[in-house]
C-alpha cells in the first residue's frame, strides 16, 4: 500500500553528496496537495522522493481518479517517461509535504549509461512493481473492499496521514457511496 526503496535513497543520498555539478541533482520541495507529475504532460527531470508521501492515480477520461500506489522514501518516478520517451503516464500528488531529488536529464541519461549499481537497482524496482501489481490485483479479487479498506486506515494510522474519502475510493477503486458502505460495516465489527 505505501512503497518505499530505502536501497534507491541511500544511493541517491551518496550520489548527491559525491556530486560534481550542483544542477545535476537538486532537492526540491512540494507542499501538500501540490501535483509534482502532471498525466499526460513531459517532465524535465527524473525524481526520488526523499521525504513525504505522494499519490500516483490515473485521471480518466470521465475525470474519475484511480490510485495505483502510495508512494514514500526512495521511490523513484518519471524514469519510465524517460526510458521510453514518452509524456507522464500518470499524475503524482503529494499527500503530506514531499522533498524529492529532481535528477537532470542529461545527468541521468549519463548514469544509465555507466552505472551498474543504478541499473540493478531500476531492475529490482521494475520487478517489484509488477509482482506489486499482481498482487494487488489478485488481492483485490480475493478479499471484500472492507478487507483492504481495514488495511488502508491501518497504513493510515501508522503514517498519521490523513487519506480523504475520495483519495481512499479511488484506491479501492469503488465510488464513495460503496465506501460509506464499507466503512459502516467495518464500525459494526
Known sequence: MLRTNHAFLSYLEQLYANRRRTDDIVIKSFSKGKR???????????MLINDGITKCYFAEENEKEYIIEFLGKGEIIGEIEFIKNINCLCSIEAITDVTVYAISISYFRSLIKTDL??????LDVFAERIVNTS?????????????TLAKLLELQSK????????????????????LNRALKALNKT
Do not use: C, F, M, P
Open 159 to 178: 503514517q498519521e496521514i490523513e487519506i480523504s474519502k475520495e483519495d481512499q475510493a479511488a484506491y479501492l477503486g469503488v465510488t464513495i457511496r460503496s
Open 117 to 122: 549499481i543504478l541499473n540493478n537497482l531500476l
Open 36 to 46: 509534482i507529475l502532471t498525466q499526460n504532460e513531459s517532465s524535465s527531470t527524473i
Open 135 to 147: 498482487t494487488r490485483a489478485s488481492y483485490q479479487q480475493l478479499y471484500t473492499t472492507e478487507h
